[in-house]
């Protein structure tokens, strides 16, 4: 069995990776800041009570855990907050340390969560070998500074790495405040959700999609920079009718009451060719099925917003 470590752990999308990567026999140590005594160990999964923050912890479980496979999500993400936080300047040196500790304790495959927002938003479509990498906030700075040294030092040390760039998500457990959520749970508890004009394309996943191809990249002995997408990008107006429809929620919505972000580009849209030629995957869920999942969730869990 794979011995792989799990960083970020109870986070948006790692939650949502512990089936595939049970199905694909990976012996899991989950790695999480909060309580860990509640959590059940069962099924090869074990949980770890570590900031990786803090070095020498971080160096203390790698010894302990001696892992084969890393599979890196944890990193600053306040909604609103995270673009240009100090913070990622903290999470690009953590994460360095934790794979120079990986690679010090035998580890032997990387994949990395980068972003979409190291790209040059300016060209619209974005692709691994051909648009050219330009981050306009700190987040996309500091997860391609990583990306890029990273891609080097494990060429000189011998282990493979993997770079998954994720696009746009929703689904169970998001911040009630990004916009999916956001209209979701407005409409649930009959008040308006006041949103900019919804011109915005831009390309969507279901979360346990976004976990799955991970899972897949993880798994394959495919290298380098990935797009982790659906491929299939819409405006953002149309999602929202969408769940306005499966709500009933008409007349609930203020298009343009929002302003658009400052810089806020027209189109990012995904290249998604590496994904599904050289990793094979391809998503199981489309924009309804995606919308019905997440509005169960939350007709379910709306008490908690």
């Not at 580890?107 to 990395?112: A, F, M, S, Y």
Request: with cysteine; charged share 20%; proline share 4%.
């Amino acid at each position: 069995m794979k011995n792989m470590l799990l960083t970020g752990a109870r986070g948006f999308i790692a939650r949502h990776c512990m089936h595939s990567l049970r199905e694909r026999n990976y012996n899991i140590h989950a790695i999480t800041t909060g309580d860990t005594t509640l959590e059940s160990e069962e099924d090869g999964v074990y949980w770890h009570h570590v900031d990786l923050l803090d070095f020498r912890s971080v160096s203390k479980v790698m010894k302990a855990i001696k892992p084969s496979h890393l599979l890196h999500f944890a990193w600053y993400t306040e909604h609103g907050k995270f673009w240009n936080a100090e913070e990622n300047l903290a999470w690009t040196n953590a994460t360095l340390h934790l794979i120079k500790e990986f690679n010090n304790y035998g580890g032997k495959r990387i994949l990395g969560a980068g972003t979409c927002a190291e790209y040059d938003w300016s060209y619209g479509f974005c692709s691994e070998n051909i648009t050219p990498v330009n981050p306009s906030s700190l987040y996309g700075r500091g997860k391609n500074a990583v990306q890029s040294i990273v891609q080097e030092y494990a060429s000189l040390c011998n282990m493979s790495f993997a770079w998954g760039r994720i696009f746009f998500l929703y689904g169970p457990h998001e911040n009630k405040n990004r916009l999916i959520s956001y209209v979701i749970t407005s409409l649930l508890q009959n008040k308006t959700a006041k949103c900019s004009n919804g011109k915005q394309i831009r390309d969507f996943m279901y979360v346990t999609d976004v976990a799955d191809a991970f899972v897949a990249l993880l798994d394959s002995d495919v290298e380098g920079a990935v797009n982790i997408a659906s491929g299939n990008p819409v405006p953002l107006r149309s999602i929202i009718d969408t769940i306005v429809e499966k709500l009933n929620g008409s007349g609930l919505v203020q298009y343009g009451a929002k302003p658009d972000k400052p810089g806020d580009p027209p189109l990012v849209a995904a290249d998604v060719r590496r994904l599904e030629s050289e990793v094979g995957w391809s998503p199981k869920y489309g924009i309804e099925a995606g919308l019905d999942q997440t509005i169960n969730w939350w007709k379910n869990n709306i008490k908690a917003v």
